[in-house]
């Protein structure tokens, strides 16, 4: 079946670039997203690219796609101590809507 | 508004006892999903309605959960003779009417079983 993976932790130190990664193995994928859950809150959506861009780029966040090995990362720029959640790797495809384990995101002062 | 509404927010009950969580989707969305959170942990896929079917039940644990879905609007999940396992957080999220099927979720049911 539909697989989401990722690394469960990354620390990075404030001011710096944050590089979360995630593959999958649903070929059929239309849409792959990321979601952002902080302590004791929900699920949030954070940017989504459709499955025929490479990359997209909002503001801080840039979201790459690579569709032949099935990899996507989401790029944090000058991450902040407000930035610190569990981010969220998500897959849609023609069934449903899976999601990775989350990598949990901790910045260093 | 646009949210949708879990309850009971929190379930603390006695290990064998049967709960039920339900979900309002509030403004009525076609497609409606059910995950659950483990403490730590991701979430789990349980199942999906598009409309009141339900398409996808691959991701019920066992065949004390189940899940229905009326008027293409509140759907309810029940668990039966509860185990302690099942103790976690059960998000309910409702998808888009856009093309990028973007989920909106819930603030989840936090189940508790002792």
């Known amino acids: 079946g539909e697989d989401v993976e990722q690394s469960l932790f990354l620390s990075v130190r404030e001011g710096d670039s944050s590089v979360i990664n995630c593959t999958y193995t649903?070929?059929?994928?239309?849409?792959l997203y990321w979601y952002k859950q902080e302590p004791g809150a929900g699920l949030q959506l954070l940017t989504y690219?459709?499955?025929?861009?490479d990359m997209k780029q909002d503001q801080r966040l840039t979201v790459l796609l690579n569709k032949k090995d099935k990899h996507l990362s989401l790029r944090i720029a000058d991450t902040q101590t407000g930035d610190s959640a569990i981010y969220f790797c998500?897959?849609?495809?023609?069934?449903?809507?899976?999601f990775g384990s989350g990598t949990r995101l901790s910045i260093r002062p | 508004g646009a949210g949708v509404s879990q309850s009971p927010s929190n379930k603390v009950t006695e290990k064998g006892k049967d709960v039920e969580l339900r979900c309002d989707p509030i403004s009525g969305h076609t497609a409606l999903y059910w995950y659950r959170q483990r403490l730590g942990q991701g979430l789990e896929f349980l199942i999906y309605f598009q409309g009141n079917s339900a398409p996808d039940k691959s991701g019920l644990p066992s065949d004390r959960f189940s899940a229905e879905r009326t008027g293409e609007s509140v759907s309810t999940l029940t668990i039966q003779r509860t185990q302690q396992e099942d103790s976690a957080v059960y998000l309910c999220?409702?998808?888009?009417?856009?093309?990028?099927?973007?989920?909106?979720f819930g603030a989840g049911s936090r189940l508790t079983v002792l």
């Open positions: 649903d070929s059929s994928s239309t849409y």
């Open positions: 690219i459709f499955s025929n861009m």
């Open positions: 999220a409702k998808q888009g009417a856009g093309g990028a099927n973007v989920l909106t």
């Open positions: 998500a897959d849609s495809s023609a069934s449903k809507i899976i």
